[in-house]
C-alpha cells in the first residue's frame, strides 16, 4: 500500500535516512553506519556508556516509528534508504568501545558484519517481523552481537593503543 512520498524535510525521512546517509546508492547501510560514528563519539564523550546505550534505545523506540511511516510512503518493507537502524545499532555495538579510533574502526566491521550476516535471530527477525519494528530490530542484535564479540576481544586481546601510534 503506497501512498504520496514523503519530502525529504519530513521527520520520518530525516530520521529514517539518518539526514540523508541512506540515499547514497552503493552500500547504504555502511554509509548509514559510518555517518553515526561520530554521534557515537561524541555522545560516548558527553554521557558516557550509558549515555550511548540511551541514545540507541532512543533511536531504536524513534526508528519504528519513523521507518515504518517512511517505508509506507515508498510502498516497500525495507527499503535501503532507512538506515536509522543501523544508527541504533551501531550505537549499541559502541556502547562499551572506548573513544580510540581503531577500536572504533574495529567495533564498526564487527557490527557490518552481523548486520550483513544476520546471525539468529535476527535473520527470523528480518523474515518474520513486519513494518518499523521488523527493520529495527534485526540490527539491534547485530549490535549486541557486535558488542559481545568486542567484549569478548577485550578481555582476551590486550591493546593499550600503540598498535597504530599515528592516529
Known amino acids: 500500500m503506497s501512498t504520496s512520498p514523503l519530502k525529504f524535510l519530513h521527520p520520518a525521512t530525516l530520521i529514517s535516512t ?15 553506519s559510518l555517518a553515526a560514528l561520530p554521534f557515537a563519539w561524541i ?7 550509558v549515555g550511548l546505550v540511551v541514545a540507541s534505545l532512543l533511536a531504536y523506540g524513534i526508528g519504528i516509528w519513523a521507518s ?5 510512503a515508498l510502498g516497500k518493507e525495507d527499503p535501503g534508504s532507512v538506515v536509522i537502524d543501523e544508527v541504533a545499532g551501531q550505537w549499541l555495538a559502541l556502547a562499551i568501545v572506548p573513544l580510540d579510533p581503531v577500536l572504533y574502526l574495529i567495533s564498526f566491521l564487527l557490527f557490518r558484519f552481523f548486520d550483513i550476516v544476520k546471525v539468529f535471530p535476527a ?9 518499523g519494528l521488523g527493520i529495527m530490530s534485526d540490527d539491534m542484535v547485530a549490535g ?5 564479540i568486542f567484549y569478548l576481544f577485550q578481555l582476551f586481546i590486550p591493546y593499550d593503543g600503540e598498535m597504530f601510534k599515528f592516529f
Open 68 to 72: 515504518d511511516k517512511y517505508s509506507k
Open 144 to 148: 549486541l552481537y557486535a558488542l559481545i
Open 43 to 49: 555522545i560516548s564523550a558527553q554521557f558516557g556508556w
Open 123 to 131: 535473520n527470523w527477525l528480518d523474515k518474520n517481523v513486519k513494518g
Open 18 to 32: 539518518w539526514f540523508g546517509s541512506g540515499l547514497i546508492k552503493f552500500a547504504p547501510g555502511t554509509w548509514g
